[in-house]
């Protein structure tokens, strides 16, 4: 199964891939992880979405995306997840990942991204802040059997 964990930068997206991981046993792949499976960009992408397709009915793999160019590898079949957060949640995490401090120009790109991804089709939409993943692992859970 491919499960596509989706949002913005400090949304929850690794703390939900991990809890996903943890209850069905998947491998999980962030970004642009899967430049490493080819010397070139090209090829390299072209072996991913292999990959990914062949995982659909086959391996658990869960997918991060934080990029929205990054949707379009995803294979049909796919379970698609939105992790959504406020913008201040967004930005609190943010600038703990930051040491701290967050730039202006880092607190404007947040905000001029935050909502990137709400309008396109999901699965699941996953709260980041307050969810419990439990229901989602059940829902997941429910499309592997």
Known sequence: MVIAVIGENCSGKSTLANAIKNAIGAEI????D???MAKSEGEAE???KARLSA???????VYVISEMAHIKLLPDGAVKI???ADIETIKARFKMRMRGS?????????????????????DFIFDGV????SELVAFIKSKIL
């Open 130 to 133: 307050s969810g419990d993943c």
């Open 46 to 48: 072209r072996v991913f």
């Open 55 to 61: 995982a659909v009915y086959g391996e658990n793999i």
């Open 34 to 36: 899967y430049l490493r």
């Open 29 to 32: 792949i962030t970004g642009k």
């Open 82 to 84: 939105l992790v959504k």
């Open 102 to 122: 967050l730039p202006a120009p880092v607190e404007q790109m947040l905000i001029r991204n935050h909502g990137m991804f709400d309008d396109g089709e999901y």
